[in-house]
């Protein structure tokens, strides 16, 4: 993958505003640690750093392409898994190629469709092309949302970036928190708003739009939806269906010039992907599959079963990795080196996020890119085929609020009063889910179950879905890896966004018609083994650690932090033993020891960004 920039001003000849560019492009050079680019036109600067992964030689960026005296430039972060259909399809048209990278066949297909390319690309992808000759900046991001891309309006200036650090680098751009500011942090944290960038007017593509800058006016075009209809194929054809799509978008996703492997967890989803990766690799005679999984140093001492988390990972991981004859390696962590993470988790994806889940990941990340450069991941398999608990247990799929982050009441005590009465963070949460189901594409006739857990499947798409692909995205990049997720195949989800309910718990099982689907490929152990989700760190060492330094924020009087929490409530909680609490207040991991650290990077981020509040 890679970072992409870029800045256009109308009434600025920004070739002489290099430096700032160059600034904010040197931001990213974790997503793009193999070259720079840069490429400037009067009112347009564009900056791009690269990963290399497909073509060293012919992908450089920005690429500039002339068809038919049409010429345009482009940066982009992404990979096609279609990209020698399309090369063919455009050759057939009379476009000729210089490189056999997806750059160009992305660029020719935008010279050849124009903004209509963006229905026939099937990837991941976040991109800006400058069209010369109809002097406008063409925008867009994948359907799911798998690549990020922010942009914000200062004047006459339009500046986007893939990641919030490097819009910051912009002189124009400064770390304000607005009212709703703060509540995405605190009432929403670790998800955000889709479309929304935290910072004061700073804005994110949502998955699934366009957007085009001209003179004149800035364009959102919605380019992809769900759409609901009768789903008529019976079970037979169904568990066909999706066993050939989910086949197909990982072996499309396997295709790279540089080494690729799997994330092996033992579960479901990441089994599947290695099954079907594993027997790729032996049919094409590409060697050895690699795997890793992480796991953390006593954690099998300290294990305790729980609703959310049923089982450990590692018998699960060895029968599968055998099975497959994978060559396999845990990667382990301690205590230590998770609470260092913690502080380079929140600059990777520029806000506090999930704690522990977010740094061992960058751990996992930066030790696996020791080996390879590719990693397939299991992603999105349970917001696609309604694998959490929220989908099965009536009080959360009926709780009338996101059912990752029912703890609403809790979350606004930890607030001071004021920010609390400014805030309102029960109301604002409240008002984001109500929204979110006013965009829900009803089915005429569906009943008011079914309609439910189609709004649940909603919910999880555009919301819980995506804060785990930021995760996923920042914390892979800021360790110069790519992280693939074949589950996000848009394929994939439109289709199965219509199995009606009875076909996807076949059997009565969460995901049951993916676990039919792909009957044959693995052991039965492990094809029907109950969900448990990330590892996390289970050592009371880690819960004294980020304890800890939650007190000592609390006895520094100079914190950012202590005019927007109640200290004595914080204090109270800490007091407390972590165990009490063992219900998550975010996703299905985070419960006491991550609010701890949740709130120790947010001092950590509130200084080291220099945040200021706008009241």
């Not at 070259?35 to 036109?41: L, S």
């Not at 297909?109 to 903004?115: K, P």
């Not at 200062?154 to 002189?171: I, Q, T, V, Y």
């Amino acid at each position: 993958m890679c970072g992409i920039t870029g800045w256009l001003d109308w009434e600025k000849d920004l070739s002489q505003e290099q430096p700032v560019l160059q600034r904010m492009t040197t931001r990213l050079t974790s997503r793009g640690p193999d070259a720079e680019g840069y490429w400037f036109h009067t009112h347009v600067g564009l900056g791009h750093r690269r990963l290399i992964v497909v073509d060293p030689a012919g992908g450089q960026q920005p690429m500039t392409s002339l068809h038919r005296e049409q010429a345009c430039t482009m940066v982009y972060n992404g990979e096609l898994y279609n990209t020698e259909d399309l090369r063919q399809e455009l050759l057939a048209s009379g476009h000729s190629f210089r490189s056999h990278s997806d750059t160009e066949v992305l660029l020719h297909a935008y010279l050849e469709w124009g903004t209509d390319c963006l229905k026939r690309l099937n990837g991941i992808f976040a991109f800006a092309i400058w069209d010369e000759s109809a002097q406008r900046l063409f925008l867009a991001r994948d359907r799911m949302g798998v690549k990020p891309l922010f942009y914000a309006q200062r004047g006459n200036s339009f500046l986007f970036a893939s990641e919030l650090k490097a819009l910051l680098a912009h002189p124009e751009v400064k770390p304000v928190l607005s009212r709703e500011g703060l509540a995405e942090v605190f009432a929403l944290s670790p998800s955000r708003t889709p479309g929304h960038g935290v910072f004061h007017n700073v804005h994110e593509v949502r998955p699934g739009y366009m957007l085009t800058v001209t003179r004149d006016r800035l364009r959102h075009l919605r380019y992809w939806q769900l759409e609901s209809r009768p789903h008529s194929d019976d079970l037979e054809r169904t568990v066909q269906t999706v066993r050939e799509l989910v086949t197909d978008a990982i072996q499309r996703q396997l295709v790279a010039d540089v080494p690729v492997s799997t994330l092996l967890s033992g579960g479901l989803d990441s089994s599947v992907i290695t099954a079907v990766a594993a027997s790729s690799f032996k049919q094409q005679q590409r060697g050895t599959l690699f795997t890793y999984s992480i796991d953390y140093i006593d954690n099998a001492q300290h294990f305790e079963s729980n609703t959310f988390q049923p089982d450990e990972d590692a018998p699960y991981i060895q029968k599968v990795s055998e099975f497959l004859g994978t060559q396999h390696r845990t990667i382990t962590f301690d205590t230590e080196d998770l609470i260092d993470s913690l502080r380079t988790a929140t600059l990777a994806r520029d806000l506090p996020g999930m704690a522990d889940i977010d740094g061992s990941l960058y751990l996992f990340c930066r030790e696996i890119k020791k080996e390879t450069t590719v990693v397939l991941s299991g992603e999105c398999a349970d917001e696609v085929f309604g694998g959490y608990p929220w989908f099965h247990r009536e009080e959360m799929l009926f709780a009338n609020t996101f059912p990752w982050a029912r703890a609403t009441q809790e979350r606004a005590a930890w607030l001071s009063p004021e920010l609390r009465d400014w805030v309102k963070p029960q109301e604002y949460a409240a008002r984001r889910y109500e929204e979110t189901l006013a965009e829900v594409p009803a089915l005429p006739g569906e009943n008011p179950l079914e309609a439910r857990r189609r709004e649940m499947f909603y919910l999880n798409l555009a919301w819980f879905m995506n804060t785990l692909l930021d995760r996923k995205d920042r914390m892979s990049m800021a360790a110069s890896l790519e992280a693939r997720v074949p589950f996000c195949d848009h394929r994939i989800v439109e289709y199965v966004w219509n199995i009606p309910w009875e076909l996807k718990m076949y059997g009565n099982r969460e995901k049951g018609i993916l676990r039919k689907a792909m009957e044959g490929c693995l052991p039965d152990e492990v094809l029907y083994r109950k969900k448990s989700p990330y590892p996390k760190t289970h050592n009371p060492a880690y819960t004294e650690a980020v304890r800890s330094w939650l007190l000592q924020i609390l006895d520094d009087s100079t914190s950012p932090l202590l005019p927007l929490i109640d200290v004595p409530a914080i204090r109270q909680i800490a007091a407390m033993d972590a165990k009490a609490s063992g219900i998550p207040f975010f996703g299905q991991l985070m419960s006491t020891p991550q609010l701890f650290a949740f709130l120790a990077q947010l001092d950590y981020w509130l200084r080291e960004y220099r945040v200021t509040i706008q009241h």
